[in-house]
DNA sequence: ATGAAAGCGCTAACAA
DNA sequence: TTGTTAGCGCTTTCAT
């Protein structure tokens, strides 16, 4: 590999002046920069990055740190990120924390000895403390799909709470009567919210008890556990609301399991929209804007890398009604 | 941050003896070696990876190179490769090149000047001469679900050909008598080989014409639209064999809309084995395993990169006949 | 068993 | 406009 001084010696000037075409910085004539650039072309120069970080500059590399790669909704915010980083000549190192609080730990610590220039974190297990840690070790940082409101750090999120109200209204309007959900981790954000806004929508309606509200994980085996449950426990419920699609999935594949026919004897809607052409029946969704939520998430962190000092709150995102076959009143549509 | 010279400071020594014990490297006494430890945790110390790397040593990071992060089998490959690195210490820059050749070539041009250690490559649109380059830089390089024949390369495989032939030997066993393919993108060797092996089983039938392969793209859509040609040229298919899992799915929603019962009147089934609980009936398919294959290719690659010569061949891996419903011949289960 | 010092390749004052 | 040089934080001979 060419080094900067074999540029040099063969343009026959110094390393600096290579050093200020390299960066467009400061004054170079014509005539050397030319020289220079040709020298570059002879010996197929590329700056090592790994010097030009040590020296002081950034690494050009962001980290981001996810709780679950298998859950398609963590690709499809990756594919955006990454979009946006390669645009700014970034990279990305990516780090999935299986929802292991001593993996992310270690994952931050790597990132930071690593000299990355900001951290994307979409984990859903991180800790107040871990982030007031990084904003000491003044890294920029962006919370992706989670929030804290105490600390002050700039967050992006759906609606997430809206997002399940809508759901469950939209299973009233379709007919429903006894509505059940099927909630994600305890202890996330995104899944608690989606939970009061379902209470939000039938906490109210007469035939409403807590026992309508089961477990998941946000996985299908989580839906499919949780929709066997809330079936056994109200067989006449008819309409379910997951608190993301992965657990819609595995709870319409219990429900065809129980020989329960969807919509027909009970419609299901589930919650990201990741997963509108993955199944059959077609799930209805409520959908998150992944991408721009990705690439607003990188954009920011960007800004902040450049110095800009940014609003440290949280940045909400619409989320939109899919209605798909799984909640369509008239049921499995006639042939042709 | 506090560097190696404050802790052998702090422990009264020399960087050169913190350095030894960082890395567990030549004689250093008890009592220094104490001291120097609990010098490190006073200032918390953690060695800076990037100087590190400058100095000669590994950058610990390895590049994945893949071509489509929306496609479930991909998110599958790197949470293999991911949970291997980190187990090793390594972590991955993750590089997706949307099949932009482009995007491929200064993807591996960063990588190598982040002084990455080692690069996986899942792409299928790279060319044989950039393997070549990448060689010539020294660097280890483990292909994935790729193959050149004519290059000398470690490569991690299924057996896509005889997984095609499987997969449509189940087919007439289940008494398809005229059976489409609809394959994925031209230029993918994977896709090429399932399509010879569906081939090699069904070519010589005399029901046999080149129309029963439909071209598709590995996506959903693409699925979707290929079933749709392949019905429209013959009404009288009876079994059809996609590809890959995604267009499997795309395939049974247009069978769905169209009115065809699967697996009634056309059986059908897929490769990958992504979309286990997905549909509605279940989807048949060829399964790889693609959890060994991505370890194994991250050991391969840990094991290049400490210097070790392996065998620069491909290594295949089974392929396994997963019956569910939509190849069924007796048709969709009695209700419980 | 330990230390001094020369790099690794690049950037950024500071001079010229 | 260009060159000299001192780092960035770590590893690694080569002495001691």
Redesign the pocket.
């Known amino acids: 590999?060419a080094?900067?001084?074999?540029?040099?010696k063969l343009a026959?000037?110094?390393?600096?002046?290579?050093?200020?075409v390299?960066?467009r910085?400061?004054?170079?004539?014509k005539?050397?920069?030319e020289a220079i650039k040709s020298a570059m072309k002879a010996l197929n120069?590329?700056?090592?990055?790994?010097?030009?970080s040590?020296?002081?500059?950034g690494s050009l590399t962001v980290g981001l740190v996810i709780p679950d790669i298998l859950n398609p909704f963590f690709p499809q915010l990756a594919r955006a990120i990454e979009d946006v980083a390669s645009d700014n000549g970034y990279n990305v190192i990516l780090c999935n924390t299986s929802n292991d609080p001593a993996k992310e730990r270690k994952c931050l610590d790597v990132l930071i000895s690593k000299r990355v220039d900001g951290i994307l974190l979409a984990s859903s297990t991180i800790l107040p403390e871990q982030i007031l840690e990084l904003q000491r070790s003044a890294i920029p940082v962006v919370l992706i799909d989670h929030q804290f409101p105490e600390i002050p750090i700039l967050s992006i999120v759906a609606r997430n709470r809206e997002g399940g109200a809508i759901a469950v209204r939209h299973l009233l309007e379709e007919g429903c009567r006894k509505i059940g959900h099927i909630r994600g981790p305890l202890h996330v954000a995104a899944s608690l919210d989606r939970c009061l806004g379902y209470e939000d929508e039938c906490g109210s309606e007469p035939w409403f008890i807590p026992s309508l509200i089961a477990q998941g994980d946000f996985h299908s085996e989580g839906g499919f556990r949780a929709m066997q449950e809330l079936i056994s426990r109200h067989p006449d419920i008819d309409g379910v609301f997951a608190g993301n699609d992965q657990m819609a999935i595995g709870a319409l594949h219990a429900l065809y399991k129980l020989g329960i026919e969807v919509p027909q004897q009970v419609k299901l809607i589930g919650f990201d929209g990741i997963a509108s052409n993955r199944t059959v029946p077609q799930l209805s969704t409520v959908s998150q804007p992944i991408y721009t939520m990705g690439s607003q998430a990188m954009e920011y962190l960007l800004r902040l890398i450049a110095g800009e000092t940014l609003p440290q709150q949280v940045h909400e995102f619409e989320v939109q009604l899919v209605i798909k076959e799984t909640t369509k009143a008239e049921g499995r549509m006639a042939v042709q």
């Not at 910085?25 to 004539?29: D, I, L, M, R």
């Not at 120069?45 to 030009?52: F, K, V």
């Not at 040590?54 to 500059?57: D, F, H, T, V």
């Open positions: 590999m080094t900067i001084r074999d540029v040099s026959g000037c110094s390393v600096a002046t290579v050093s200020r390299i960066n910085k400061g004054y170079v004539h005539n050397t920069e120069y590329s700056p090592d990055r790994i010097a030009r040590l020296a002081g500059k």
